[in-house]
């Protein structure tokens, strides 16, 4: 079982607006970012900002969808084998060039003793 984080919330501090601006800005970069708020708050040392951001990776929707589509591709390239062959409009066939030719399969055959 895969451990995925959904989502994270992130809070920094900034001395001034300006500060709490450059972290939201950077944030902004980030295509996972879903929210941000900058607030104002003070204590008997003065004024600060806190800047609380939220992201969002991914839902447990789309982490499902996105195995199943794995799984569908798995499927669908699985290797065949054997003699690959094509089959001619009259329904006689031919064999893909570059592949064993009939002589040799023969002769394979009486080794699997």
């Given at each position: 079982m895969a451990v995925k984080e959904l989502n994270s919330k992130e809070q920094h501090y900034a001395?001034?607006?300006?500060?709490?601006g450059g972290i939201v800005e950077e944030a902004k970069d980030d295509v996972y970012?879903?929210?941000?708020k900058i607030s104002e708050k003070h204590n008997k040392y003065g004024t600060y900002f806190l800047?609380?951001?939220?992201f969002?990776?991914?839902t447990p929707r789309e982490i499902m969808e996105s195995a199943a589509s794995r799984k569908e591709v798995e499927e669908v390239t699985?290797?065949?084998e054997g003699v690959?062959?094509?089959v001619n409009p009259d329904g006689t066939t031919e064999v893909v060039p570059g592949q064993l030719e009939m002589d040799e399969i023969n002769a394979n055959e009486?080794?699997?003793?």
């Open positions: 001395d001034t607006r300006e500060e709490a970012l879903t929210s941000f800047v609380d951001l939220a969002s990776y991914d699985e290797h065949h690959e062959y094509s009486g080794d699997e003793e």
